[in-house]
């Protein structure tokens, strides 16, 4: 008796493994346990959108302009976050919360990923989508967040949280979908999931500098 081949992994599957210890580092700075322990001071927070919204904007800028056939098939409007990031901004400038402690570090950092992010969609396009993977997988996290951050701050349900508040488990599975039948040969995978593990990197690098003196969970 013949036994069946195991299919192939997928683009997601191997993102998922392939990234599980740069996601669980992150989890591990002082800046996301502080978050979920509800003692991340609300102008570290302000600092994140804003390092983010550096990043979106290169980001975005890149996917949407691109010629690659994978990323216009996985690419689309209804995963920008430029928009939200900066209403966000709006609220916390108009309440008169701005970055302080780590701030400028954080953005340096920003700036950073922003340049990684021009130089892979001028090199290898494709794999902006390992980009991609891991900002719209933080949405996703960040339904489990808000509420951390709602209830810290005294925030409402409008108020200051529309990045965190933009996870969609249906838009993830259309995602992940399209991504997978995009990005099909082992050797794109690689590339692929190389490229996300940068963004964890980077990512991470934003989140340690907005940990200086932080102690994490009350």
Do not use: C
């Amino acid at each position: 008796m013949t036994s069946r081949a195991a299919a192939p992994a997928t683009a997601t599957e191997r993102l998922r493994a392939g990234t599980r210890v740069w996601h669980d580092a992150l989890e591990a700075t002082p800046f996301a346990s502080a978050m979920v322990g509800g003692t991340l001071p609300l102008d570290r927070y302000v600092a994140q959108l804003a390092a983010y919204r550096v990043v979106l904007e290169t980001l975005e800028g890149e996917l949407s302009r691109t010629v690659s056939p994978s990323v216009a098939s996985v690419w689309s409007p209804d995963l920008a976050k430029l928009p939200l990031i900066e209403s966000d901004l709006r609220y916390f400038a108009a309440s008169g919360t701005a970055p302080k402690t780590g701030a400028a570090q954080a953005a340096e950092a920003a700036e950073a990923f922003s340049r990684e992010i021009r130089r892979t969609a001028a090199s290898d396009p494709q794999t902006l989508l390992g980009f991609l993977y891991v900002l719209e997988g933080s949405t996703l996290g960040g339904l489990i967040l808000r509420q951390y951050v709602t209830r810290a701050y005294g925030l409402g349900d409008a108020d200051g949280v529309a990045y965190y508040g933009s996870g969609d488990r249906d838009r993830w599975a259309r995602f992940t979908a399209r991504m997978n039948r995009a990005v099909t040969e082992p050797e794109a995978q690689d590339r692929v999931v190389d490229a996300a593990g940068r963004a964890y990197h980077h990512t991470a690098t934003i989140a340690q500098a907005l940990s200086v003196g932080l102690t994490g969970r009350a």
